[in-house]
């Protein structure tokens, strides 16, 4: 008997018909004799409403208060899947996060998964039932509700795999697969047989959503099989795991258009002044991604670095606070930025990768604006309005181009429109 881990995603339990489709998959999982549990996401965009409506009251909403808002959207899924699987004449329960036995970290809206407590769900298993667990969300030690972070969801489903030590963990959503590039933005991208570890990290790392980082990080160091695939069709997906099947030199490219680019100019060129910005930056719980300080001119230099652009309302007071002690010019902030990457285990012995990368950019005349490595990533900070021209145009050269044109077959138009916005 196998015990195999399922996550639904918001857009496979949008609707009645697609909740009652997922139950279906669920009830055949069991009758073929494996142990069943699944893990869902809000439905929809409900959690986007949720946080819109907290917004309405509040344009700061206190961080405990605004995860126990949240957590009721994957309470509606979990109970409204149960009640599915009980109508095709099954046994199945549904469990928050806490009741879950999830143990998380303090940090609201952030937290992290510490424990999992899973006795219960292992007792509702042996008892029969269909297990349905609350993605996203946990409880502190002291019974305090926290959320995972936007996405999260993937990363409770795998957690739970490992903890459960289940056989396979499947991650449902509206595509098929991993593809070499978000197929809604290069519509030639090419669905991905398998993916290491560790290019689907650098690959979630740099943005790419189909899944969260976390996530990735738990199936790595738990060695758990992961399978994207869709909701929708039975297709097999992708399979990450320790080796991909395929080595290519470039395995495929992401971006992130939630960061903005911050310029702190004439800082003082003297010891201690970037401890003293990112000090602050730090202490203020805001995550700074790429840095970079330009050669002094007289004793003053810029530095440069991103940010997440739904941080700047508390970046800001920091920054003017910084310029103002260490006697810098003025600081400025781009937010129509986007950052690109291309990620592959083969940067690491093919040299001249980033020399093709920018070349094609500036055969594109797109403009470089920050450059930052990895072993296995190459990441670039262009303007926004070249994002997908840019993504196309390095799809082609590095010959990952499909002969197939990638085919929305499911959503709604209302749900395309939703998913080409992600992220702006
Ligand atoms: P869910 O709500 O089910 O968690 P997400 O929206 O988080 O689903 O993730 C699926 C989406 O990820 C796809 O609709 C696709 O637009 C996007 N995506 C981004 N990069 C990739 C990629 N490399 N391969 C597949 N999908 C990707
Ligand atoms: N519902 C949460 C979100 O929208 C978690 C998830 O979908 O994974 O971010
Ligand atoms: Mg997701």
Aim: net charge negative; hydrophobic share 40%; charged share 20%.
């Amino acid at each position: 008997m196998s015990l195999i881990v399922t996550k639904f995603g918001g857009t496979s339990v949008a609707t009645p018909e697609r909740i009652l489709k997922a139950a279906q998959r669920l009830v055949d999982y069991q009758q073929q004799g494996n142990k069943v549990v699944a893990v869902v996401s809000a439905m929809g965009k409900s959690t986007d409403d949720l946080l819109a409506l907290a917004h309405e009251v509040n344009p700061a909403p206190p961080a405990r208060e605004l995860d126990v808002l949240l957590t009721t959207g994957e309470l509606v899924s979990m109970s409204i899947l149960a009640m599915a699987v009980a109508s095709l004449g099954k046994k199945a329960k549904s469990f928050t996060g806490h009741q879950a036995g999830i143990v998380t970290t303090t940090k609201h809206n952030k937290a992290q998964i510490a424990q999992i407590k899973a006795g219960r769900i292992e007792q509702a298993l042996d008892d029969g039932n269909i297990v349905i667990v609350a993605g996203f969300q946990g409880s502190t030690k002291t019974g305090e509700l926290t959320t995972l972070g936007r996405g999260g969801s993937d990363t409770s489903a795998v957690a739970l795999a490992a903890a459960l030590k289940a056989d396979l963990c499947e991650i449902y959503s509206d595509v098929d697969g991993v593809y070499t590039a978000d197929p809604r933005v290069v519509p030639r991208a090419k669905k991905l047989e398998s993916i290491s570890y560790e290019e689907m990290l650098e690959l979630a790392a740099a943005g790419s959503g189909v899944l969260q980082m976390r996530a990735v990080e738990f199936a790595r160091n738990y060695k758990v099989t992961l399978c994207c695939r869709s909701a929708f069709s039975s297709n097999p997906g992708t399979i990450v795991r320790e080796e991909a099947v395929e080595q290519a030199i470039v395995s495929g490219i992401a971006y992130d258009n939630s960061e903005a680019k911050i310029t702190i100019r004439g800082v003082p060129d003297t010891a201690g002044i970037a401890a003293s910005v990112f000090s602050a930056i730090a202490k203020a719980n805001i995550n700074v991604d790429m840095i970079v300080q330009n050669i002094s001119e007289h004793g003053y230099t810029d530095i440069t670095f991103t940010a997440p652009a739904g941080d700047l309302d508390r970046l800001c007071p920091v920054l003017q606070k910084q310029v103002d002690t260490l006697g810098a010019r003025e600081y400025l902030v781009d937010s129509s930025i986007t950052k690109l990457s291309l990620v592959g285990a083969g940067l690491r012995t093919n040299p001249g990768i980033a020399a093709k990368m920018f070349k094609v950019l500036s055969e594109s005349a797109i403009n470089i604006e920050m450059i930052s490595t990895s072993a296995i990533r190459i990441s670039v900070v262009i303007d926004a309005k070249n994002s997908e021209r840019a993504q196309q145009a390095l799809h082609t050269a590095f010959d990952l181009d499909s002969d197939q044109v990638f085919k929305e077959e499911t959503l709604s138009a209302e749900e395309q429109a939703a998913k080409a916005n992600k992220g702006r």
